[in-house]
């Protein structure tokens, strides 16, 4: 079956710091991976897709790459802000399927 | 703002109740979906719509079930409810119905069941 396994939070970082959150999943074919991002009381945001191995997607200064070989969507992100503060979700969709699977989200704080 | 609207914000009822949750998605997209988002079960996706007809199931309870309207809206239906169902409700629309596609989501409902 499908499912998606996050690194377990919470995570709290000063400012400026690299992030990085792990994500790796399981998937029978060839899925499409996503990071959402929860602001406090807001609905999920998509942050970045990508669609096959390989690809790189990235937005307001995060990235993830599709890798295939480790079946992993690793989140990146050089300096952090403390705007950058929220739950973030990595979910996958599987080929010729709708629905996301989400892993159990990580909680990042950013401190000054 | 996502484009996706979602009513009530919140909504308070007792066990036994039945309530009606209530999703427009954007302007142009076909596909509606619903999530619960809850402490013990994380997010989960309950079911899709697209163009009216049911396209995928999940997670659905059997006391639960949805709609999709010709004007595109789609209503959650939660009934016999339970103390376990509190939990936010997320919709979530898209263009169609590949794999992947961008999904935007709805500020959600958050139900409390008393």
């Known amino acids: 079956g499908n499912s998606v396994t996050q690194m377990e939070g919470p995570v709290t970082l000063s400012e400026e710091a690299f992030l990085t959150i792990n994500c790796t999943y399981t998937?029978?074919?060839?899925?499409?991976l996503f990071w959402y991002v929860q602001y406090p009381g807001e609905g999920l945001q998509l942050l970045l897709k990508?669609?096959?191995?390989?690809d790189k997607g990235s937005n307001k200064g995060f990235e993830a790459t599709y890798r295939k070989e480790t079946t992993s969507f690793h989140l990146e992100k050089g300096s952090v802000q403390v705007s950058d503060s929220a739950v973030y979700f990595c979910a996958l969709s599987e080929a010729g399927a709708n629905n996301l699977f989400f892993g159990t989200g990580t909680r990042l704080t950013v401190i000054p | 703002d996502s484009g996706v609207t979602q009513t009530p914000k919140h909504l308070i009822t007792a066990t036994g109740q039945r309530v009606t949750l209530r999703c427009s998605p954007r302007s142009g997209d076909l596909s509606v979906y619903w999530y619960q988002q809850s402490l013990d079960q994380g997010l989960q996706f309950l079911i899709q719509y697209y163009n009216g007809e049911e396209r995928a199931k999940g997670n659905i309870l059997e006391r639960f079930s949805a709609q999709q309207f010709p004007d595109l809206h789609s209503e959650l239906n939660l009934s016999s409810l339970e103390l376990g169902d509190s939990a936010l409700y997320f919709c979530a629309s898209s263009v169609g119905v590949t794999g992947s596609e961008t999904q935007y989501f709805g500020p959600g409902t958050r139900l409390l069941v008393l």
């Open positions: 990508a669609t096959k191995a390989d």
């Open positions: 998937a029978t074919g060839y899925p499409s």
